[in-house]
């Protein structure tokens, strides 16, 4: 009752009260889901051509990358075509900063905004203002799919407090219990009381969707299920309609938790500070939908686009960021690009997700392919790989670290370990085994599960 007088009257309301345009977006995207192909890259391609036109005519950095290239935006003539532009780097990001703002745009119009947690390099970005519209559309759109609804309740899981406000004040509080309708559970340090703090507002809260990052929310999971106590005494367990997983991969043990513990189905989801929302996975829960609609995806191995089922570097190129053009940028992610159509009737591509960044892979010495660090994981351990248990590191072309926690040995055996690398790459890459007192997590409260101490020129990924 309350959730349908949010959606039909107090969401457009403050929309209204706020300039925003979410809801005109998100009806916009929900009737390109189920249209036939050609109609969704009809749009798309606009959408390219136009952002191409803007960021020659406006971005110092694009009309000379353009120019070094002997190009201009006629060239463009199909998406096969873009692959004349040479990628952009996250180090371009930092070095040309200002040269890849859009000159037409007044200052008050952008804001300013960084990544790099998770990769341990800051990188600073633009976005204008009106492309937020239709990030926040395609938020929803994905949310949408769990079964969650504008208007109902939501709990964050979540590392990052700089995705929040981070004073609140009585308008924001305001907005976000009434509109928004969200309690946000911080999760960089989770320590027993705040554990059992989380578990109880939760228990509260009731929410229909937790978005979390699938590590913290793994121990919270663990802890509520042994603990058994999910809130205030006599209350039911947590029993959200979804859960939605993001910024860090999804792994399948991680999953079956979520599903046992809070009894629903569970939605990975690849979504970036730079660009937003990339990929969902839809009721099927057979690969992840792109927004296509909003981004251009292209997958890469060398410079060459992959075979479907191969993974490859992802090119990005954001078709509504005209702050700051991305244009075939290197986000450092590996994805696994998709065939033929989803069960769920949606015409939206697909791709799967093995593991996140670059970093969270082993290059193979032996073909210099990308090897899943979180697959790996799986393989070595007798027990289902868990949080903070074991890290692999790749600390040279032929080598890996492999980290586990003293208290845990007994679940590597080091013969396993051996056959399992020995044949993951074939004979070419040497392995330690290291016992460490934990495994800590990063600045930004990402567990890491495996991490690539490579170069950048050593990954191909130098400029
Ligand atoms: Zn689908």
Redesign the pocket.
């Known amino acids: 009752m309350l959730s349908s007088l949010i959606r039909r009257g107090l969401y457009p309301l403050n929309e209204w009260r706020e300039g925003t345009r979410i809801l005109c977006g998100l009806r916009d995207l929900e009737s390109t889901e189920y249209a036939p192909v050609d109609r969704l890259n009809d749009g798309r391609w606009r959408k390219l051509k136009a952002i191409l036109d803007h960021a020659f005519t406006n971005v110092p950095f694009y009309r000379q990358r353009f120019r070094d290239a002997g190009l201009a935006p006629d060239d463009i003539r199909s998406f096969d075509d873009l692959r004349r532009i040479p990628p952009l780097a996250k180090t371009d990001l930092v070095r040309c900063h200002d040269a890849l703002i859009a000159t037409n745009i007044p200052k008050e119009a952008l804001h300013h905004r960084a990544s790099g947690g998770s990769t341990g390099r800051h990188t600073p970005f633009v976005r204008d203002n009106a492309c937020l519209n239709i990030k926040n559309a395609a938020q929803f759109r994905f949310d949408g799919w769990t079964g969650w609804k504008i208007g109902e309740k939501v709990a964050y899981v979540w590392p990052a407090i700089q995705d929040f406000a981070a004073r609140e004040g009585v308008k924001q509080r305001l907005r976000r219990t009434f509109v928004d309708r969200s309690l946000i559970l911080l999760s960089g340090s989770l320590d027993e009381p705040t554990l059992e703090h989380h578990a109880r507002s939760l228990g509260r809260y009731r929410p229909k969707l937790i978005r979390a990052f699938p590590n913290p929310l793994v121990i919270l999971a663990k802890f509520i299920r042994a603990s058994n106590r999910f809130g205030p005494k006599g209350s039911a367990p947590i029993r959200p309609a979804a859960v939605l997983t993001t910024g860090e991969p999804l792994l399948a043990p991680h999953r079956r938790l979520f599903e046992e513990v809070f009894g629903c189905p569970v939605f990975d989801c690849y979504a970036s500070r730079e660009c937003g929302q990339h990929a969902c996975e839809?009721?099927?829960h057979?690969g992840l939908?792109i927004n296509a609609d909003c981004l251009y995806l292209e997958f890469e191995r060398d410079g060459q686009p992959v075979a479907t089922g191969e993974p490859g570097q992802i090119l990005v190129t954001d078709l509504d960021n005209y702050g700051m053009p991305f244009i075939r940028y290197a986000i450092e992610d590996v994805g696994i690009p998709l065939e033929g159509a989803?069960?769920?009737g949606?015409t939206l591509p697909?791709m799967a997700m093995q593991a996140g960044r670059i970093s969270d892979f082993v290059v193979s010495p032996y073909d210099g392919s990308y090897v899943s660090g979180a697959s790996l994981c799986h393989y070595l351990l007798v027990a289902g790989p868990d949080v903070g248990q074991l890290q692999i590191v790749q600390d040279a072309r032929d080598h890996l670290t492999i980290r586990i926690k003293k208290s845990d040995s007994q679940i590597l055996e080091s013969a396993h370990v051996q056959e399992v690398v020995a044949r993951a790459f074939r004979g070419a890459m040497r392995v330690t085994l290291q016992e460490v007192d934990g495994i800590p997590h990063e600045k930004s409260g990402k567990y890491r599960f495996c991490i690539n101490e490579m170069k950048d020129e050593e990954l191909g990924l130098g400029t």
Do not use: F, K, P
Request: hydrophobic letters at 10%; charged letters at 40%; a neutral charge.
């Open positions: 839809c009721e099927a057979d939908h989803c069960s769920c949606r697909r």
